[in-house]
């Protein structure tokens, strides 16, 4: 491990210059720009406002204006659907690369995730707008949410791992993973609360570490509490541990990549 980390350290440079490759053909010949990453959290925000305020009810929300409840929870699902979708075929997507120059290759699924970490604080900016629109109290727990990010992150470059080393060999996992990370949105707590009758359902739900990461930003965002430690405990051993071997197999693969390319 320590070894791999020198790599990814030594070609640094390399990583930075292919984050940055991705944020400008993200948004290259695009109306709107950058603005695209504050146009989809928000939109899909107005949407389930409706929806879920208007046409259903929605309870448990507490004191936190809904708007705010689905914005707080967009914020990092947005991030984390819309990174580990163009991670999953990051591999693929730079066949040239791969097949002709030697450097480590988790640089490809890592620099995706970067480059979204830009719509990511981007979005934050627009949270903490839209907090003081509708006045909600800002609290000191912010300052703990790179914590939480920091988390994120580790599942989210686990789970890269292994979505763009399977898409290599079975390029049909892009299309189900697309499949299944719209069923895993309405498993997780992003626009309503998650809560059910039967303890068994509910206690397979809080399997989900995405559950209890988005609880907990909106805890330390717009509650002003820290997260109960001991709810968080098994999803980061979740989280440690897909971390783990999704870097451990994906290196123990890379021989392998360029033949299947």
Not at 131 to 152: D, E, N, R
């Amino acid at each position: 491990m320590l070894e791999m980390i020198k790599e990814l350290i030594k070609y640094r440079e390399l990583l930075w210059n292919l984050a940055i490759r991705d944020i400008r053909v993200r948004y290259k010949q695009t109306l709107l720009g950058i603005a695209w990453a504050v146009f989809s959290p928000l939109s899909m925000m107005l949407i389930f406002t409706f929806v879920f305020s208007k046409v259903a009810i929605i309870k448990n929300t507490g004191d936190i204006p809904y708007p705010i409840f689905v914005y707080c929870g967009l914020l990092p699902w947005t991030f984390f659907a819309s990174a580990l979708k163009l991670a999953t075929t990051s591999l693929v997507a730079n066949p040239s690369l791969i097949t002709k120059i030697y450097f480590p290759r988790e640089v490809f699924p890592l620099s995706v995730i970067i480059s979204w970490l830009v719509d990511f604080f981007v979005s934050l900016v627009i949270l903490f707008g839209l907090m003081a629109y509708f006045k909600v109290s800002f609290h000191w727990t912010i300052l703990l949410m790179p914590l939480m990010l920091f988390f994120q992150i580790l599942f989210m470059i686990g789970l890269g791992f292994f979505l763009s080393m399977g898409n290599l060999f079975y390029r049909d996992v892009k299309y189900i993973f697309e499949v299944i990370i719209m069923l895993w949105m309405f498993a997780t707590s992003v626009v309503y609360p998650i809560k059910t009758d039967s303890k068994i359902l509910q206690d397979i739900l809080m399997l989900n570490p995405m559950t209890h990461i988005i609880n907990a930003y909106r805890d330390l965002l717009i509650r002003g509490h820290i997260p109960d430690i001991s709810t968080l405990t098994l999803p980061i051993t979740i989280i440690l541990i897909i971390f783990l071997s999704g870097w451990f197999w994906f290196h123990k693969a890379e021989f392998l990549f360029a033949e299947n390319i």
